[in-house]
């Protein structure tokens, strides 16, 4: 009865060991990446898992403005019907400045420049869902705007779902989400425009960078 009692008791020790000595499954029965020195664990956030799987993008826009005051630029994009779109926004300026996100916008079709969206994967051959303001929408593609086009675009904003000063020579400044801030989901079938605008009558060198990811 000893001898027994004694088996049964290194069995509860030692299946635990055998069991849970390498890395425990994932879905579909792959092992899991362990940390070496903690055993923990290793997982990477949502956004930076669509980076991996392909399914993340991103533009950037960059222009000089004249010394006057309320000049915009922007880049727009119209988000499909099919997909949601993570949004993360950021601006900056090289002078007083401020930052719009406009949301349904009325703006004139075919007006300002078509503008490449890259897999932020660049292994991967996905492209993008979005599109661009051509007379026919180009898939794959977003708008970017000078002061003049936006002024020949006979723009306005619709729904402004952000806006806030920049301060002269900052750092990029963000809207949406990253580690720290909630992300912006937007709406599907929907027109969106991410604007610089001048504060005072200075050049101004505005940037306007989109990083986003795209999930049925």
């Not at 020195?37 to 533009?59: E, L, M, P, R, W």
């Not at 009325?106 to 599109?131: C, H, K, M, P, Q």
């Not at 619709?158 to 963000?174: D, M, S």
């Not at 949406?176 to 909630?182: L, S, V």
Request: proline share 5%; charged share 15%; with cysteine.
């Amino acid at each position: 009865m000893k001898i027994k009692s004694i088996l049964i008791l290194a069995a509860f020790i030692l299946i635990p060991i055998l069991v849970f000595s390498g890395s425990p499954p994932g879905p579909g029965g792959q092992n899991l990446t362990k940390d070496p020195d903690v055993g923990g664990i290793v997982t990477i956030t949502t956004d930076h898992y669509q980076v991996h799987v392909g399914n993340a993008f991103q533009t950037h826009y960059e222009f000089t403005t004249a010394a006057t005051d309320d000049l915009q630029t922007a880049i727009y994009l119209k988000t499909p019907t099919d997909k949601e779109i993570h949004m993360v926004a950021s601006f900056s300026v090289s002078a007083a400045g401020e930052f719009f996100i406009c949301e349904d916008v009325t703006i004139d079709a075919n007006e300002g420049t078509s503008a490449a969206v890259y897999n932020r994967n660049r292994n991967s051959l996905n492209t993008s869902t979005v599109f661009d303001n051509a007379t026919v929408p180009v898939v794959n593609k977003v708008t970017t705007w000078t002061p003049s086009q936006m002024t020949s675009g006979n723009f306005t904003c619709g729904t402004e779902i952000e806006h806030e000063p920049l301060v002269a020579a900052a750092v990029p400044k963000q809207a949406g989400g990253n580690a720290e801030r909630g992300e912006i989901i937007l709406k599907k079938n929907t027109e969106y425009l991410f604007m610089d605008q001048n504060i005072g009558a200075n050049a101004n060198t505005h940037h306007i960078w989109l990083r986003w990811y795209e999930i049925e």
